[in-house]
């Protein structure tokens, strides 16, 4: 996985035999990324508080495609204006022959706005559809990138909890040359 301008992440950690660490380098990379993140408003360890932001797996996302698909069915279903004539259930025998047969005369002769009616609905209720489609995949690559992101943050904090570690081992080997311990001198 690319971070850090190209590099791969196994490029960008130091190998932990690394003995020969520059103190001064370490201090300044360190600096560096801390002020990075202070200035972006970012806490320095987000998984060390309560709050923190959550896994990428317990967000709910902002759009809900289960939600919408249906409405967009019944509105599918809804589309065909004018198309059948309807069933007119509360009349019997002659009266209800005759309801229809009206119904039907009606429809035919609207029909040169119910097409135009119909085509648009239908039209809309696609259109709608694909942009649910679209909008659920840009969903779930957003969601793939967020949790790519938090695989991230979580290398570089233990990154940085490496190098703290080298530098606070450093410092320690330094403090012990310097108080007395150093090199012996050879006598003359």
């Known amino acids: 996985m690319p971070c850090d301008g190209g590099k ?84 019997r025998g002659v009266v209800r022959r005759l309801v229809r047969l009206t119904a039907r005369l009606i429809l035919i002769l609207s029909r040169f706005m119910t097409d135009r009616q119909r085509n648009f609905n239908h039209f809309t209720t696609r259109s709608l559809s694909s942009l649910a489609e679209g909008l659920e995949r840009t969903t779930a690559g957003l969601a793939e990138q967020v949790q790519m992101l938090e695989e991230l943050s979580k290398r570089q904090a233990e990154r940085i909890a490496f190098l703290e570690a080298a530098l606070k081992s450093r410092s320690e080997k330094i403090e012990l040359e310097d108080s007395g311990t150093g090199p012996a001198r050879p006598e003359a």
Do not use: T, W
């Not at 001064?24 to 560096?32: A, N, S």
């Open 8 to 91: 791969r992440v196994a490029d960008v950690l130091p190998s932990p035999g690394a003995s020969e660490l520059d103190l001064e380098h370490l201090k300044e990379e360190i600096r560096q990324e801390v002020a990075a993140l202070r200035s972006s408003g970012r806490e320095l360890f987000p998984n060390a508080s309560g709050s923190a932001i959550s896994p990428a797996s317990s967000r709910q996302g902002a759009f809900d495609a289960s939600a919408v698909r249906p409405m967009i069915d019944l509105a599918d279903s809804f589309a065909d204006v004018g198309l059948n004539v309807p069933p007119v259930h509360h009349y």
